[in-house]
T-cell receptor, first 115, second 113 residues
Framework: NAGVTQTPKFQVLKTGQSMTLQCAQDMNHEYMSWYRQDPGMGLRLIHYSVGAGITDQGEVPNGYNVSRSTTEDFPLRLLSAAPSQTSVYFC??????????????FGNGTRLTVT | DAKTTQPNSMESNEEEPVHLPCNHSTISGTDYIHWYRQLPSQGPEYVIHGLTSNVNNRMASLAIAEDRKSSTLILHRATLRDAAVYYCILRLNSGGSNYKLTFGKGTLLTVNP
């Protein structure tokens, strides 16, 4: 059981380039989300999804797009990378979006540097 | 959204108990209290959660105040591997903004040998 898998682990981009951070879970989880973590800032929610075809914005959505075409995958797209998007990105999932208290399962993160 | 307040950092000695506090004075009756920890260079991992009663699992214990405005994560015998950032968050037992699970800065726990 792989849990939550994020790829790539590391990425360097030039300003203006685009890329997609991949997140996949094999636990049939309904809820998936993306966080970014900057030094001294804790985890900040970017986007989340409560099921296939449903996404919504978190605290810091600007500059990022998401889609949820399948239950398993929740990619995060940077359309035009900026140095301010240099961060560590974590994907997390849980069995349900609400109504019970299934814990969040996190991936190991993608470290992104934009130069 | 209900907020939590934690000390920025705490220090402990190995083999001693550690009590990590969390204040959540605006908690509502249906909010669950969740704790996560993040070891260096890793993603956060779930530790424990509870609603009203104290909870125990193999990792820790959670003591919840009678008025639910505060809680304490208890590590009974700290080890060097417990050095991490500990996050206390509230998870609403309903929809809507429940889904916006927000983390604060957490408490950095240092364990001295």
């Amino acid at each position: 059981n792989a849990g939550v898998t994020q790829t790539p682990k590391f990425q360097v981009l030039k300003t203006g380039q685009s890329m997609t951070l991949q997140c996949a879970q094999d636990m049939n989880h309904e809820y998936m989300s993306w966080y970014r973590q900057d030094p001294g800032m804790g985890l900040r929610l970017i986007h989340y999804s409560v099921g296939a075809g449903i996404t919504d914005q978190g605290e810091v959505p600007n500059g990022y797009n998401v889609s949820r075409s399948t239950t398993e995958d929740f990619p995060l797209r940077l359309l035009s990378a900026a140095p301010s998007q240099t961060s560590v990105y974590f994907c997390a999932s849980s069995y349900s979006a609400g109504g019970d208290n299934s814990p969040l399962h996190f991936g190991n993160g993608t470290r992104l540097t934009v130069t | 959204d209900a907020k939590t307040t934690q000390p920025n950092s705490m220090e402990s000695n190995e083999e001693e108990p550690v009590h990590l506090p969390c204040n959540h004075s605006t908690i509502s009756g249906t909010d669950y209290i969740h704790w996560y920890r993040q070891l260096p260079s890793q993603g956060p991992e779930y530790v424990i959660h509870g609603l009203t009663s104290n909870v125990n699992n193999r990792m820790a214990s959670l003591a919840i105040a009678e008025d639910r405005k505060s809680s304490t994560l208890i590590l009974h015998r700290a080890t060097l591997r417990d050095a991490a950032v500990y996050y206390c968050i509230l998870r609403l037992n309903s929809g809507g903004s429940n889904y916006k699970l927000t983390f604060g800065k957490g408490t950095l726990l240092t364990v001295n040998p």
